[in-house]
């Protein structure tokens, strides 16, 4: 098993960066990747973005590519986002996926999952 812990939510200003924190521990040396997912009120869960353990190889959302840079050392996995935006309010959830295909961004993709924190954008 593979346990994860989200840090670094909180409330910030519009056009602000901001940077969250995943710490993984337990059996990491088996997953293939980590990813950054979102879920906004009243909305699904959604894909932010995702690495593998090897440094190097990243994927994003089409909605915070550029903005939003995904990193990994050690075990922490950090995802740092510039640019906020209103519209990036939601809770944000770390996950670890056990399988090759977590690049996909789907979350069946995924089989272990913090409990999230909150970040709230003002406008």
């Known amino acids: 098993q593979v346990q994860v812990t989200e840090s670094g939510g909180g409330l910030v200003q519009a056009g602000d960066s901001h940077g969250l924190s995943c710490a993984a521990s337990?059996?990491?040396?088996?997953?293939?990747?980590m990813g950054w997912f979102r879920q906004a009120p009243g909305k699904e869960r959604e894909f932010v973005a995702a690495?593998?353990?090897?440094?190097?190889h990243t994927y994003y959302a089409d909605s915070v590519k550029s903005r939003f840079t995904i990193s990994i050392a050690k075990n922490t996995v950090y995802l740092q986002m510039n640019g906020l935006k209103p519209e990036d309010t939601a809770i944000y959830y770390c996950?670890?996926?056990?399988?090759?295909?977590?690049?996909?961004?789907?979350?069946?993709?995924?089989?272990?999952w913090g409990q999230g924190t909150q970040v709230t954008v003002s406008s």
């Open positions: 337990g059996r990491t040396e088996s997953s293939y990747g």
């Open positions: 996950a670890a996926a056990m399988g090759s295909h977590f690049y996909t961004g789907a979350s069946y993709e995924y089989d272990y």
């Open positions: 690495t593998r353990w090897i440094v190097g």
